[in-house]
Every structure is written in C-alpha cells, then in structure tokens.
C-alpha cells in the first residue's frame, strides 16, 4: 500500500460526454488538491482542447489523465470506492452524505489504502453495473424539488468535504495582525467619553441615571469586540466632538 501522505481519492468519470465538463471537473479538482483522474470512455476522445481551455490551468491533472475501456479496468488497484448517485432505493449499499464519505476516506489514506469515487455520465448518472462495483453510495442532500446538478458541480461538492476533512484552518480569523484592544486602552477611552459628557452637562438632567448610562455605555463597547485602531479611531471621534465649533465667517456674505 502507499503511504498515507500520498494517498488521495481517484476521480473516476465513466463515459463522461463533454469535454468541456472533463475539464471544469479537473479544475474543480485541482482546487482541492486532488490531481488523480481518471476516464473511461469519453464520447469525444483523449486529449480534448475544449477540456483544457476549461480546465483554466489545472494543466496537472489534465497531463496525469489516465483512460480506460471499462470501469473495472478504471478501479482495479484501489482498495475501496464509492460511486455517486442520486438512485438510491433499488441498491442495497451503505449510502454516505458528502461529509461522511470524505470522513472514511480520510481513514482509509491513514491506513495506507488507495480509494476512488465514480461519477456517471452527464445524462444518466452511473448505471446499475458500475454502481454494483462500489463499496458505498455517496448521494448529496438536496432540495427536493430541484436535485440537478451537473458532473462538474459533483465533483466540486465532494472535492470540497475531502479538503475540509483534512484542513485545519480557524472557522474565524482576523485578516491582519492588528491585536484586540486591552482593558487600559477601552478604560481611558470610557473616561474621556464620560468626561466630556459632564463638561456638557449630559448628565445634569439625569445624574441619578448616571451610573447606569455608563455601565451599559461599558457593556456595550465590551460586546463590540474592538481592535487597539478601533480604539484610536474612537479616540479621535470624542476629540473632533469635543473641539469648540468655530465661528462662520459671513463677511463673504454681506452686500
């Protein structure tokens, strides 16, 4: 077997009919860092122009394409494969949501096991046969009332959950390094705040309200979650609020 760092699902298309489709599932692929794929019996032949201008520069999976005359031949050396179907009820396998297939899948490469995943043909899908050479089913929840989606779309869909399986990237992240402000920075700017708001007499009117404003003025900076600029920025707000208005010049307007 291979070693597990090397091991990622084949991509087989059975007797896929569009070049065009070939190569959008191949970039489809690529942005999931899988460059495995393999074709058995395209309608219009190996190579295809029209699927490399669609590939938009997946040039690496396009270059490694292997093509097969059955999907026996396709899936000889793999260890476990599932096919993609939306026909569900006439077949007695074990059927797996996207999500879950790339969880076993992941599995499998730990231990070393080569897999691959059958995608049917444009019009019908996957026939019975082929079906009955997969492990699994993988079928893909959708609405109900429209569950069309094109060979290209599969691909991604089940592309996309085998790179989630294994990617480690924060579900939330800050995009710069900028640090979140300290205590300090939020209670010098809660104190300019209040200060200039009793040099205007904010409070003149409500001084027995005044603990309770500033506490939920408080809370509320708290739950904004501000960044040390954010602070700076607010800083500069009080300030430009608290300069005394300058005087209009109306000579200009004097006849």
Not at 78 to 99: E, G, M, N, S, Y
Not at 121 to 145: C, F, M
Not at 146 to 158: D, E, M, R
């Amino acid at each position: 077997m291979s070693k597990s760092s090397d091991v990622m699902p084949a991509i087989i298309l059975v007797e896929p009919q569009m070049g065009e489709n070939i190569g959008a599932a191949a970039r489809a692929m690529l942005n999931f860092g899988l460059t495995d794929l393999r074709l058995v019996k395209p309608r219009d032949g190996w190579p295809n122009d029209r699927a490399v201008a669609m590939a938009s520069r997946a040039d690496v999976v396009l270059e490694n394409t292997r093509v097969y005359p059955t999907t026996a031949a396709a899936i000889a050396d793999l260890h476990h494969v599932f096919a993609t179907t939306a026909r569900t009820r006439d077949v007695i396998k074990k059927i797996a949501t996207p999500r879950a297939a790339a969880g076993e899948l992941r599995a499998f490469a730990g231990e070393g096991a080569a897999t691959g995943i059958l995608f049917g043909k444009e019009s019908v899908g996957l026939s019975r046969d082929d079906v009955t050479l997969a492990d699994a089913i993988i079928s893909v929840p959708l609405n109900p009332d429209f569950s069309s989606i094109n060979l290209a779309q599969a691909v991604l869909l089940v592309g996309y959950e085998w790179f989630q399986s294994g990617d480690n990237t924060p579900g939330t992240q800050v995009l710069n390094e900028e640090r979140p402000a300290n205590k300090d920075e939020l209670s010098h700017l809660f104190a300019r705040i209040e200060t200039e708001l009793d040099a205007r007499g904010y409070f003149d009117p409500i001084m027995s309200r005044k603990h309770v404003i500033l506490r939920n003025m408080r809370n509320m900076f708290q739950r904004l979650g501000l960044m040390e600029s954010d602070v700076r920025a607010f800083q500069g707000i009080v300030k430009g609020l608290s300069m005394k208005l300058k005087e209009k010049n109306n000579d200009g307007d004097r006849s």
